[in-house]
Nanobody
Framework: QVQLVESGGDSVQTGGSLRLSCVASGYQVSSMRMAWFRQAPGKEREVVAFFYYRLPMSAYADSVKGRFTISQDNAKNTLTLQMNSLKPEDTALYYC???????????????????WGQGTQVTVSS
């Protein structure tokens, strides 16, 4: 099975930057549809960014477009989320997710993904 382990979450001031990493095992990230989700207390989980190496294709939620960048290091089998210009509303538990073949017909829902990491906490203060 696929295992995903996130790291890089921290506390940062408004306007700061963080880089989150997700190390995958059991499957190549280059052959999976990968995504970052986040969930704040009392709110539902929402997609942040999506990446599929083989097209390639990337996509972002409107709330993070222009500030966050998703990428992969295939040699390290790692998915990365570079977060810049952070805002308090970015505070959440961030999850890495993977969709293995046969792929889902969509990419922006929690139910589209087969495997999940345990999450890494990002806290942005003013």
């Amino acid at each position: 099975q696929v295992q995903l382990v996130e790291s890089g979450g921290d506390s940062v001031q408004t306007g700061g930057s963080l880089r989150l990493s997700c190390v995958a095992s059991g499957y190549q990230v280059s052959s999976m549809r990968m995504a970052w989700f986040r969930q704040a207390p009392g709110k539902e989980r929402e997609v942040v960014a999506f990446f599929y190496y083989r097209l390639p294709m990337s996509a972002y939620a409107d709330s993070v477009k222009g500030r966050f960048t998703i990428s992969q290091d295939n040699a390290k089998n790692t998915l990365t989320l570079q977060m810049n210009s952070l805002k308090p509303e970015d505070t959440a538990l961030y999850y890495c997710a993977a969709d293995v073949p046969p792929f889902s017909t969509k990419w922006d829902r929690e139910s589209d993904y087969d495997y999940w990491g345990q999450g890494t906490q990002v806290t942005v203060s003013s």
